[in-house]
């Protein structure tokens, strides 16, 4: 089992930056494949950005390439979303999620955060 813990999330006007942290417990953090994933109302959950364990690649949705940076700190069991440049359209509750391998998909993740609110006037 792993339990992850989302935080940084709140109210960003347009242009501005935030950066989110998923604190991880439990099971051995660095093996693990961990992404993150956002959801508006009325929309379907979507895959923000993910990285490996094995030799920290990482993956992009097309919008946040160039605006969005993930990391993770091993010795700290935390990986990270740096926001930059956001957009009102980037509003959504924003998931870390972990699974083993990684993945660009919600259903390809077994473990999930309780998500951060992530809010952001034009």
């Known amino acids: 089992q792993v339990q992850l813990v989302e935080s940084g999330g709140g109210l960003v006007q347009a242009g501005g930056s935030l950066r989110l942290s998923c604190a991880a417990s439990?099971?051995?953090?660095?093996?693990?494949?961990m992404g993150w994933f956002r959801q508006a109302p009325g929309k379907e959950r979507e895959f923000v950005a993910a990285?490996?364990?094995?030799?920290?690649?990482?993956y992009y949705e097309d919008s946040a390439k160039g605006r969005f940076t993930i990391s993770r700190d091993n010795a700290k069991n935390t990986v990270y979303l740096q926001m930059n440049s956001l957009k009102p359209e980037d509003t959504a509750v924003y998931y870390c999620?972990?699974?083993?391998?990684?993945?660009?998909?919600?259903?390809?993740?077994?473990?999930w955060g309780q998500g951060t609110q992530v809010t952001v006037s034009s």
């Open positions: 990285i490996s364990w094995s030799d920290g690649s990482t």
């Open positions: 439990g099971r051995t953090f660095s093996s693990y494949a």
């Open positions: 999620a972990a699974d083993t391998e990684v993945g660009t998909t919600a259903y390809e993740y077994d473990y």
